[in-house]
């Protein structure tokens, strides 16, 4: 699987976009993009996933680049719950679930 | 549907000591996963199952054993816990590839201290 990097950490002001980037230069052309996120303690959750081209759920957008080496995910207008750390991991399909979540970014929306 | 479940919740254990930790899924999934969380940090995958009756190695299995007799279940044990355990485990469970959507679904967690 590829590696990912991502900010540690990030602000947003409340009802503002958040936008956090995501760095996969190594990417495969079977590796999906896949996004979580753990809210304090909670388990993970899932977010949105895409192999080519943008996505859009009822919880964000998902913007990859045309050469896949980057994405970003977008909460278009983030509120105090999205506080919370984003993971951004790269593999094949089949791979589901057997990696690692790396340290991900802090994201803090503020009032 | 009660998603995935873990029990217990909270454990405090002894070095040396052993336990085992339960997870319960009710989606059918084929898939089933165990991580740990250390403070800070992201999730490490123990260990996982593509089955019933299948297991295999994650990225930090040495310490720990599991089984997965059934398929709504996946245990975790650890026959003589260290210190070095105490972590939030988590556990998940999936589709298998092709059957439905590529999302985890995950569990709540269990603290586990070891003293």
């Known amino acids: 699987d590829a590696k990912t990097t991502q900010p540690p950490s990030m602000d947003c002001a409340e009802g503002r976009a958040a936008n956090l980037p995501c760095n996969h230069s190594?990417?495969?052309?079977?590796?999906?993009v896949y996004w979580y996120r753990q809210i304090h303690s909670q388990g993970p959750q899932y977010i949105i996933h895409?192999?080519?081209n943008n996505e859009t759920n009822e919880m964000a957008s998902l913007i990859i680049t045309e050469d896949r080496k980057s994405s970003t995910l977008i909460l278009p207008h983030a509120t105090l719950r999205d506080t919370a750390v984003y993971y951004c991991i790269v593999r094949v399909e089949e791979n589901a679930g057997k990696s690692t979540f790396g340290d991900g970014t802090t994201l803090t929306v503020k009032p | 549907n009660a998603g995935v479940t873990q029990t217990p919740k909270f454990r405090v254990l002894k070095t040396g000591q052993s336990m085992t930790l339960l997870c319960a899924q009710d989606?059918?999934?084929?898939?089933m996963y165990w991580y740990r969380q250390d403070p800070g940090m992201g999730l490490r995958l123990i260990h996982y199952s593509v089955g019933e009756g299948t297991t295999a190695k994650g990225e930090v299995p040495d310490g720990y054993n599991v089984s997965r007799l059934k398929k709504q279940n996946f245990l975790l044990g650890l026959e003589s816990a260290a210190p070095s355990q105490t972590s939030v485990y988590f556990c998940?469970?999936?589709?298998?590839?092709?059957?439905?959507?590529?999302?985890?679904?995950f569990g709540p967690g269990t603290r586990l201290t070891v003293t």
């Open positions: 998940a469970s999936s589709y298998r590839v092709g059957q439905g959507d590529h999302e985890q679904y």
């Open positions: 190594t990417i495969s052309g079977n590796e999906y």
């Open positions: 989606m059918n999934h084929e898939y």
């Open positions: 895409g192999l080519k």
